[in-house]
């Protein structure tokens, strides 16, 4: 599989290990067997951008943690997978406190989560919330065999 990767960073108080990010996003495809070609895009950014985004396409006026577009483009091969991915650094962050979690480990769990939303996952409903953390738990589990997850994230 052919992956294209882009990470962006437009959170003004946070540095981001882009790096990692495009190391993890590539591992978690590879965990998920994914075929084909993939162009995956992820846009890190504060609360008040993701709120923006969550009202105009969600039609909810709060912050979230993760946002999925999967894009349809006839123009690609039939193989071709492509999405977006906007996720909340500040939510990480204040998530990760409250659960008592590493801001590498919740910004991993984001990285997930909005990869399996263009999988077709979803966590409208418990039972779809159930099975969608169960794959989330298995494909983090997965990730800390594979590599040692460094901290990403780190105070600008």
Not at 22 to 39: C, D, H, T, V, Y
Not at 107 to 134: A, C, K, N, Q, V
């Amino acid at each position: 599989m052919r992956s294209d990767i882009k990470v962006s960073n437009l959170h003004k108080r946070y540095k981001l290990n882009e790096s990692f990010a495009e190391k993890i996003a590539s591992k978690i495809l590879e965990l998920l067997k994914r075929n084909g070609r993939a162009q995956l895009e992820f846009i890190f950014v504060d609360d008040k951008t993701i709120k923006i985004f969550n009202k105009r396409y969600k039609h909810e006026n709060i912050p979230t943690d993760v946002l999925s577009f999967k894009i349809d483009r006839r123009e690609f091969a039939q193989r071709a997978f492509l999405g977006e991915i906007i996720i909340s650094l500040d939510t990480a962050l204040r998530n990760s406190k409250a659960f008592g979690t590493t801001h590498t480990d919740e910004i991993t769990l984001y990285i997930i989560h909005g990869i399996l939303h263009l999988f077709g996952y979803d966590d409208e409903s418990p039972e779809d919330s159930i099975r969608m953390s169960r794959k989330q738990d298995l494909i983090l589990e997965r990730l800390r065999k594979c590599k040692n997850l460094s901290e990403v994230l780190m105070p600008r």
